[in-house]
């Protein structure tokens, strides 16, 4: 399945808030 580059950061995000969203964002820099 290839993702396109919204479908990619909206999956991404939604991980963010269902784990550790501070850390990751901290981690990532954005």
């Known amino acids: 399945m ?3 580059f919204q479908e990619i950061e909206a999956y991404y ?7 550790d969203g501070h850390s ?7």
């Open 2 to 4: 290839i993702l396109n």
């Open 24 to 30: 990751a964002k901290n981690f990532v820099g954005f």
């Open 13 to 19: 995000w939604l991980c963010v808030l269902v784990s």
